[in-house]
C-alpha cells in the first residue's frame, strides 16, 4: 500500500479532531475524504502532507513515516489547500515558473514544466493574465497545477471546488479525470456529485473518526440507500447516538 495511516490521531487542547484513523489507499487511488464540517478532514491532510505533527500514531507515506522523516514525506507529495497559493501580481506563467524555480528548475527547464502544466490544465491562453485576474475556477486550476509542478507521487486537494460555478466544476472534474491512476489523489469535499464523478474510494468520517469505508456500491449496499446523500446522512446520524 502506497499510504499507511495507523492509529492517527490530533488532539487541540481537549478536542479530538482526529480520532485513531486508521487505513491504507492504494497507489494511483483516486480516494474522497467526506464528512460534515469539523468532521476533521482538514486537519487530516495536513497531517498526512506534514504541515501538522500528528498527537500521537503514525502514517507511512511511499515507505516514510510522517513522524520519523517528514523531510523524506515531503518530497513525495504536495497539497493544494482550500486558500490558493497563487500569487495575484505574477501571471499563470510565472506562478508556475516560480514555484519550479523554487523546487531546484533551471530558467529554461522551469519554462518547460510550465508551458506542459498550462496545457495540461487548460490555462494556456491565459498564460499572460495576472493572478488577480483570473476567474475563480482558472485561479483554482492553476494552484493545482503549482501543486503537481513538484511532480509529487501524492496530491492533496482540500475542497478543490468550492464557490466554482457549475462550469468551472465540471472543467475541474474533466482536468481531474485526465490525472487518475496517473498520481494517487486524496480529495475532501462537500459535493456527493463531485465523490460520485470522480472517486474510486470514500472514507467519510465523522467526529473525528472513520465512520465508513468503501467504494460508492459497498456504501450503498451497506446502507440500503440508493443515494449517496441518504448513504452519508445515515452514516454521520448513526454517530450521533454512539
Ligand atoms: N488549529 C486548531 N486549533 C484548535 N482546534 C482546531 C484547529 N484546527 C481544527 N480544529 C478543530 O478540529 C476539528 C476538526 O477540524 P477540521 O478543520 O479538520 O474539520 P473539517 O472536516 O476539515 O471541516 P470543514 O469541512 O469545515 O473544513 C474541529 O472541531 C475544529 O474546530
Not at 141 to 161: N, Y
Not at 195 to 224: C, F, P, S
Request: charged residues 25%.
Amino acid at each position: 500500500m502506497e499510504i499507511k495511516i495507523m492509529e492517527l490521531t490530533k488532539t487541540f487542547k481537549d478536542r479530538v479532531a482526529v480520532d485513531q484513523l486508521t487505513l491504507a489507499i492504494g497507489q494511483g487511488e483516486f480516494f474522497a475524504l467526506l464528512g460534515e464540517n469539523g468532521a476533521g478532514k482538514t486537519t487530516t491532510i495536513k497531517m498526512l502532507s506534514c504541515l501538522m505533527e500528528p498527537t500521537s500514531g503514525d502514517a507511512i507515506m511511499l515507505g516514510d513515516s510522517i513522524v520519523e522523516n517528514p523531510q523524506a514525506v515531503k518530497k513525495k507529495l504536495n497539497i493544494s489547500p482550500q486558500e490558493t497559493a497563487v500569487a495575484r501580481n505574477l501571471s499563470v506563467q510565472e506562478n508556475l515558473e516560480f514555484i519550479a524555480r523554487i523546487y531546484g528548475s533551471t530558467k529554461q527547464d522551469a519554462e518547460q514544466k510550465a508551458i506542459r502544466l498550462m496545457e495540461m490544465f487548460g490555462l494556456a491562453e491565459r498564460a499572460k493574465s495576472k493572478g488577480r485576474n483570473l476567474s475563480g475556477g482558472m485561479e483554482r486550476r492553476l494552484s493545482i497545477a503549482m501543486a503537481m509542478i513538484s511532480e509529487p507521487e501524492i496530491i492533496f486537494l482540500d475542497e478543490p471546488t468550492v464557490g466554482l460555478d457549475v462550469r468551472a466544476r465540471l472543467d475541474l472534474w474533466q482536468i481531474l479525470l485526465n490525472l487518475k491512476g496517473q498520481i494517487t489523489i486524496i480529495l475532501t469535499t462537500h459535493y456527493l456529485e463531485e465523490v460520485e464523478a470522480l472517486a474510486d474510494r470514500i472514507g467519510i468520517m465523522h467526529k473525528g473518526r472513520l465512520q465508513a469505508l468503501g467504494t460508492l456500491e459497498e456504501l450503498k449496499h451497506q446502507t440500503g440507500q440508493i443515494k449517496l446523500q441518504d448513504v452519508f446522512l445515515q452514516l454521520t446520524a448513526e454517530g450521533e447516538s454512539t
